[in-house]
């Protein structure tokens, strides 16, 4: 499975020598004719995860969403969600496993209006209806603006180009 990146937005996290964190949107070039398949990669330097985007459309709120975060020390927030159901294998047998996460882009009013982004994700356990559990966080909480509406241009040029 291969993968062409289009936003990378990484960073050093609170680990210095572990290498970095970081947001990543890529796509799944296509097989055949059908549409190109969206993800984000949300990375620690020990641990990552990718979870689908639904469509293109998806992909370009998001996009929208960082060319939105003001340069300038303003109120901001907007929230994504994305979500994706896989089958795994129990001892009980097959079940159907619920992945979800919350992406946000802000300004962080508590902290001097620094621009952020940061990434939970969540699991709901098979064969237990309710119950969830804590995935991987990923939190930038000092966001170069300038570098990420950079990237979410490029993000939007390649959008346009698939169509």
């Not at 969403?65 to 969600?81: G, I, M, N, Q, Y």
């Not at 559990?133 to 939007?156: F, M, P």
Request: charged residues 25%; negative net charge.
């Amino acid at each position: 499975m291969s993968f062409e990146q289009v936003f990378t937005y990484a960073w050093q996290g609170d680990t210095p020598g572990k290498g970095p964190s970081v947001l990543s949107v890529a796509y799944e070039p296509p097989d055949g004719d059908g549409p190109r398949r969206w993800l984000l990669l949300a990375a620690l330097p020990v641990f990552s995860e990718l979870l689908a985007f639904d469509d293109a459309a998806h992909v370009r709120e998001f996009a929208r969403a960082v060319l939105d975060l003001p340069s300038a020390p303003l109120d901001f927030d907007r929230e994504l969600h994305l979500s994706e159901t896989s089958r795994r294998t129990m001892l009980s047998g097959p079940a159907e496993e619920v992945r979800f996460a919350t992406l946000r882009v802000g300004r962080d009013p508590d902290d001097g209006m620094r621009a952020y982004f940061a990434y939970q994700s969540y699991v709901s356990f098979p064969g237990t209806p309710g119950m969830t559990g804590l995935g991987l966080e990923v939190i930038c909480d000092d966001v170069d603006v300038d570098r990420a509406h950079s990237e979410a241009r490029a993000l939007l040029a390649e959008l346009d180009e698939d169509g």
